[in-house]
Nanobody, 114 residues
Framework: QVQLVESGGGLVQPGGSLRLSCAAS????????MGWYRQAPGRQREFIAK???????WYADSVKGRFAISRDNSKNTVYLQMNSLKPEDTAVYYC????????WGQGTQVTVSS
């Protein structure tokens, strides 16, 4: 069973930045297309960014131009650099492969508030 461990969340003021990390206990991590997701209270989980095993990244319109996804296959880790944060970015953030075949981790809470 692959374990996903997200970290890096916290409380930040509007306009601030955070960098999230997600470590996966999968030895073949490099072949997986990875994604970041978020879930705000009372809302469905939202797919916000994708990084293939090779190729171009993709972003939801809600985060395009502000967030950047990257990966380090040597560390089995995917990152999400979040800049120009807005209150509407407040959510629990998760990672998974884009087929969502791994069990979800606990996520990391991001709260954007003054």
């Amino acid at each position: 069973q692959v374990q996903l461990v997200e970290s890096g969340g916290g409380l930040v003021q509007p306009g601030g930045s955070l960098r999230l990390s997600c470590a996966a206990s999968e030895s073949s991590f490099s072949i997986y297309h990875m994604g970041w997701y978020r879930q705000a209270p009372g809302r469905q989980r939202e797919f916000i960014a994708k990084i293939p095993s090779g190729g171009n990244t993709w972003y939801a319109d809600s985060v395009k131009g502000r967030f950047a996804i990257s990966r380090d296959n040597s560390k089995n880790t995917v990152y999400l650099q979040m800049n120009s944060l807005k209150p509407e970015d407040t959510a629990v953030y998760y990672c998974n492969n884009i087929a969502q075949t791994w069990a979800w981790g606990q996520g990391t809470q991001v709260t954007v508030s003054s």
